[in-house]
């Protein structure tokens, strides 16, 4: 393959601090938590682990810190994996993180609890190849090299979308890469293909001449989680708090459908994003999320993901992910399998 021009590096950057909570690599990439400022007032502070332009951002933006009765202190990580160390270490009450970081936090013995829910679209979970490259079709992949942040929701993505073509991870050759290694490696023509998630997708596919192979729709569950500390959920102060907050951010991400254009643009403002990018990734998959329940279903399919990767000894062992689950908050929340919110034609 001939060599291909890098991105440049003030694009990459922002995106080393926005490991999409759906993708949250596997280690904790040297990540803990920094603060970001206080917001609210009252006694009652609330300790909340964020991501670079994740739920802070995304409340501001809505108007959902305006009449805060307790506070809320926020740290920021750079990915699932190390905001769950400081979970179950006791120094967060609560964030958000996919559909897999828990499974390995869970196999870690974490303490950890899952409260919440919201189910995306996953046209944005992905394995891109270049426009001009000849697979067309997963089965394809054989004897290519795909790279992939290991432990993500991607590594999973990857994992069904090859087994749904009759293949296994060892018919190809993984690239164990984080998002901006692995976009670098792409776009110079390193890697046949690349399996991913939004906001990166859009990224790609708007800078790096890439095309969709196929996507986790119909593979993944496309769930997000809030993820809380047992010790938090045991005091009745800061479990009130833990209900407003979820409460907040669902009102936010009813805000984020209606509103896609202004979230694109405070959303770039906050990470670095194309503006372009942004809303792409928006309504290709950010807004289509909808609070559901983390019921009997969405625990199922949690477990699937734990089977899966207990089955490749990428965790140590199996569990009953139930476990790690308080549905106290689910109250009159939707199914975990309603379907997601659309902006018609997929982007």
């Not at 905001?83 to 970081?101: F, K, R, S, Y």
């Not at 790096?208 to 102060?237: C, E, H, I, M, W």
């Not at 990767?309 to 199996?318: E, N, Q, T, V």
Request: with cysteine; charged share 20%.
């Amino acid at each position: 393959m001939r060599a291909r021009h890098l991105a440049p590096a003030a694009l990459l950057l922002p995106f080393t601090l926005l490991l999409a909570a759906c993708g949250g690599s596997s280690r904790a990439e040297g990540g803990g938590g920094t603060g970001s400022g206080t917001d609210g007032k009252g006694s009652l502070t609330l300790n909340v682990g964020d991501q670079k332009g994740g739920s802070e951002a995304l409340l501001r933006a809505a108007g959902e810190l305006d009449d805060l009765p307790y506070k809320i202190k926020w740290s920021t990580f750079t990915s699932g994996p190390p905001l769950l160390e400081a979970v179950n270490a006791g120094a967060v009450d609560v964030g958000a993180v996919g559909n897999t970081p828990p499974v390995f936090a869970a196999a870690a013995k974490s303490k950890i609890k899952v409260i919440a829910g919201s189910h995306s679209r996953s046209d944005g979970e992905t394995i891109l190849v270049k426009k001009d490259s000849p697979p067309k079709r997963p089965a394809q992949l054989k004897g290519k090299s795909v790279a992939v942040a290991q432990g993500s929701s991607a590594h999973y993505q990857l994992v069904a979308s090859l087994k749904k073509a009759g293949l296994t991870t060892k018919d190809v050759t993984l690239n164990y890469l984080q998002p901006a290694d692995a976009l670098a490696a792409f776009t110079r023509g390193k890697v046949d293909a690349w399996a991913v998630w939004d906001p990166y997708t859009s990224q790609a596919m708007d800078q790096a001449d890439a095309r969709v192979l196929t996507t986790g729709q119909g593979l993944v569950n496309g769930l997000s989680f809030q993820v809380a500390a047992p010790a938090a959920l045991d005091d009745k102060k800061k479990s009130a708090a833990l209900k407003d907050y979820t409460d907040r951010l669902r009102r936010a991400q009813n805000w984020v459908f209606k509103h896609p254009d202004v979230w694109a643009k405070a959303w770039a403002k906050e990470t670095g994003l194309p503006e372009k990018v942004a809303l792409d990734a928006v309504k290709r998959t950010r807004g289509t999320a909808v609070a559901v329940a983390v019921d009997k279903a969405a625990i199922a399919s949690e477990q699937q993901i734990v089977d899966s990767f207990a089955a490749l000894k990428l965790i140590p062992r199996s569990f009953d992910f139930g476990e790690f689950v308080d549905p106290r908050f689910n109250g009159d929340l939707p199914p975990s399998g309603t379907a997601p919110r659309t902006y018609g034609k997929a982007h």
